[in-house]
């Protein structure tokens, strides 16, 4: 985790539902992204158009 990229959900993810927590495990501290159903949900009935921006921006 030290001196690595670090990204954080936006307000508008959060609020969705999308959170960052960081777990202990036997090969030391990790990050860790967590999505509700809502928000995996949201993820996948705009897959297409994510993708596209995705591909747009390089």
């Given at each position: 985790?030290?001196?690595?990229?670090?990204?954080?959900?936006?307000?508008?993810?959060?609020t969705l539902?999308?959170?960052?927590?960081i777990r202990?495990?036997?090969?030391?501290?990790?990050?860790?992204?967590?999505?509700?159903?809502?928000?995996?949900?949201?993820?996948?009935?705009?897959?297409?158009?994510?993708?596209r921006f995705?591909?747009?921006?390089?």
């Amino acid at each position: 985790m030290k001196g690595e990229l670090q990204r954080v959900p936006s307000r508008e993810g959060t609020t969705l539902g999308v959170t960052k927590i960081i777990r202990e495990t036997s090969y030391g501290a990790k990050t860790m992204d967590l999505y509700s159903i809502e928000a995996q949900r949201f993820i996948l009935d705009n897959l297409d158009e994510i993708l596209r921006f995705k591909k747009s921006k390089g």
